[in-house]
């Protein structure tokens, strides 16, 4: 028999709780409750609140004593991100729900992100229309809008948790009612791509696919970054095809798809083959033309579309982005390829196009040269844009080469 977990806080939201509870079990499904709350829960958990604290390193009792809730909830939330997963490995349950508003959805998210994907997650939550990004992460949490307050049985709310069980009892029931996949599995690459650098790689990646490669492409709008660089770290791939590394721009500049720090040093790191490129380095992003910020008004803008504003980089912001970039590289042990396309870095960075910079992209190039570590980092220069189908398929063929020489070794 299936079980699904339900966390949430039942000395609250007891009865809310207990009508999910019901609802699950009324369809054939067993339950495992999970107490989140500071004190005893209106009915009996299966986890109780005890146990999520003692997980964080703290007694019940000293968090009830210091009557102090942003303590409660951020020790609880930790004590959920260690439990959780230890519970799924022990084979308790198959897939994680839970409700609630803004604390409730930051006290049981956390947990969520920390089991592996495909494991069933559902958050109802009344944040859940706006951005959802701090809560999944680069997770597959689904955010179901709870439309009014966990509080309470009403009309709304009973309609929306039954249809988030019945979600959530689709997810874990029918999964095994669908067929296996059993086709030849297939090396894994990943790739990374932007909308100006979609020719470079889909011409790479029909190349990999046609040598037998299954390819995974990530759009470089920082949630994909994250993405790319989180499963890389795991061991998901074989090679990494980082053509599209634009999120320094926005990371350095303070465009709005940044990756964060440490974009560019999983496949480094974990010593798996990589071929590297300026993909739309000549860009950073913001949101629709008014959202652009004041001190940059006097740039070269274009808006790619009525929500995107494209704001062209500065020679010294490229000497910073390189730097950067081979910084990064620089921290591989194995041989990197890092790619030049000396006829530009997207599709709109050519003779003719907006963003087309010469001495720009001259710029950029340079400080790569001078600053990678020739011993691990083989520059390959190409007279080609990006988008041209040469550069793309020698990217591939020359990912192609590390692999097999890694596999040889």
């Known amino acids: 028999m299936k079980t699904i977990a339900i966390a949430g806080t039942f000395d609250t939201k007891g009865k809310e709780y207990l009508y999910v509870k019901s609802l699950v079990e009324e369809l054939g499904i067993q339950t495992l409750m999970i107490h989140t709350g500071v004190f005893p829960p209106e009915f009996p ?40 997963p230890k519970l799924y490995r022990e084979g308790r349950f198959d897939g994680i729900l839970s409700f609630g508003g803004s604390g409730g959805t930051s006290m049981v998210t956390p947990a969520m992100r920390e089991l ?19 809560y999944v992460g680069i997770s597959d949490i689904i955010m179901m809008p709870s439309i009014v307050d966990v509080a309470g049985l009403n009309k709304i709310s009973k309609t929306i948790f039954r249809n988030a069980v019945l979600a959530m009892a689709g997810m874990v029931e029918m999964k095994d009612k669908l067929k296996k996949d059993t086709q030849e599995q297939k090396p894994l690459v990943a790739a990374t791509m932007f909308g100006v650098t979609t020719p470079c790689v889909n011409y790479a990646q029909n190349y990999l696919e046609r040598q037998g490669y299954e390819v995974l492409v990530f759009h470089a709008t920082g949630t994909g970054g994250k993405t790319m660089e989180a499963l890389t770290e795991a061991g998901f791939f074989q090679g ?48 629709p033309m008014d959202t ?41 042990v194995d041989k990197t390829i890092l790619m030049l ?28 040269r001078k600053k990678v570590n020739k011993e691990t980092v083989e520059i390959l220069e190409m007279t080609q844009n990006i988008n041209d189908p040469v550069f793309g398929e020698t990217a591939a063929k020359k990912l192609i080469e590390l692999m097999e020489a890694k596999r040889e070794s």
Request: glycine share 10%; charged share 25%.
């Open 116 to 134: 592996p994907i495909g494991v069933p997650k559902l958050m109802v939550s009344t944040m859940a229309s706006g951005n959802v990004e701090q």
């Open 45 to 84: 958990a299966d986890v109780s609140n005890e146990e999520v604290a003692k997980a964080a390193g703290y007694e019940l009792q000293e968090l009830v004593e210091k009557k102090d809730r942003a303590l409660a909830t951020a020790v609880l939330s930790k004590g959920m991100q260690r439990l959780v």
């Open 341 to 368: 396309p000396l006829g530009g870095v997207s599709g709109i960075d050519m003779p003719g196009q907006p963003f087309y910079g010469k001495e720009e992209d001259e710029a950029l190039f340079e400080i790569l």
């Open 240 to 287: 990494v095809l980082d053509l599209t590394t634009t999120e320094w721009c926005d990371e350095l500049i303070g465009g709005v798809l940044a990756a964060g720090p440490h974009r560019c040093e999983a496949a480094g790191k974990k010593r798996i083959p990589q071929v590297v490129s300026v993909g739309a380095m000549d860009m950073v992003n913001f949101g």
């Open 292 to 332: 652009v910020p004041k001190k940059f008004s006097d740039r070269n803008l274009y808006q790619h579309n009525p929500t995107v504003t494209l704001m062209r980089t500065t020679v010294d912001e490229n000497i910073e982005i390189g730097s950067k970039l081979a910084e990064k590289l620089n921290m591989a």
